[in-house]
């Protein structure tokens, strides 16, 4: 489904759910944040290093560190603008501060405060850290793992320092051209939009990442009317498309309008995540 038309959100990913091929070994950190009832304390950190081969990021290089007091997959960093770390809030026992920053950008990181929202339809809460001369307290980077810290002026609203090695999803292929309608990905979200437009919630469900299938499983008879009603327009966007990059545990379609259509491989099988 496409990102800037109505999205199926993936609201569910369970902590035991999508498992990626590459190993995903977590990081330290300790610290907290304190603000306006929230009190979350940190112990866990992962960490994804994100090219921009699609060119959909807003920098070359994009770093994703998730804070957290439990252990969460990588696969919940996986993707462009809706990493499913996002809506992962639905499950209680999630919580923790989601970085997002240019590593050669040493000014300012974009902060996203992951906790359940006592508005289950709100959006999260996010901060903007900034300095001219330089947000953190250090940064310190190698090949192959990061060390970080950073604390508000007070120390008492955001204090954090992790440790943890950079994990990526390397890319595999990156598809042009009309080969691009005959790809395995390509033929999935076709399939899937095909589903929502019948409204054939079972064939959609068995297309989907167990996120989505959860996710689908919460919308209302209306809304599941008004995302059948804008599936013609989005299959013809589809179908249009001319560029698929396959990366080693997830795929983006990348449409003509700007916008993208997301999957991931889920046990062996490509599934959509939007």
Known sequence: MLAHRVTILAIALALCGVET???SPLGTASGHYRDEGQNLVFSHSIVLDQDNLEGLLASSRQLRVFLSDIAVPVSALHGIAYPAIRSMVQEPRVHGLLLEFDPADRTSIRVTIVAHPEDAAGSLPNLLLSNSAGVWASLNMSSYSIVGSYASADGRAIRFSFAAPLLTDPVREDIRGPKAQGTEQMKVLVARAEALRRNDMGAAASLSSRAARASMARLSAAAL????????ASLEELRRSRRVV???ASAVAILDSGSWASLVLEDGEW???D
């Not at 009317?225 to 013609?232: G, L, Y």
């Open 225 to 232: 009317r008004q995302i059948a009603a804008s599936m013609p």
């Open 246 to 248: 396959v990366r080693q």
């Open 271 to 273: 599934k959509v995540a």
């Open 21 to 23: 091929a590459q190993a």
